[in-house]
């Protein structure tokens, strides 16, 4: 089965950085574009980035220039690299992927930001 595996959450000051690890297995890894999202207390789960299996990279609009998603298919491993992190970068970020029509999910880790 389909299993995300997320890693690398933690707490942070304004202004610093974090990166995030998803490990994936149960799918074809290069054969699948890869996304973060992330979900604030009281808010919808929004898209942060993507990346599609020729590493072709899009980030939502209030994260471009700061995060930058990557992938490495040899580790079946899709990162986030988070710079700048700001207070509104709180949440719990969320690895996901579209495979045989289905979106799976990881289970989450947290990001606090504190200023």
């Known amino acids: 089965q389909v299993q995300l595996v997320e890693s690398g959450g933690g707490l942070v000051k304004s202004g610093g950085s974090l990166r995030l690890s998803c490990a994936a297995s149960g799918i074809l890894f290069r054969s699948n574009a890869m996304a973060w999202y992330r979900q604030a207390p009281g808010k919808q789960r929004e898209l942060v980035a993507g990346i599609t299996i020729a590493a072709f990279t899009h980030y939502a609009d209030s994260v471009r220039g700061r995060f930058t998603i990557s992938r490495d298919n040899a580790k079946n491993t899709v990162y986030l690299q988070m710079n700048s992190l700001k207070s509104e970068d709180t949440a719990v970020y969320y690895c996901?992927?579209?495979?045989?029509?289905?979106?799976?999910w990881g289970q989450g880790t947290q990001v606090t930001v504190s200023s």
């Open positions: 996901n992927v579209r495979a045989s029509d289905s979106d799976y």
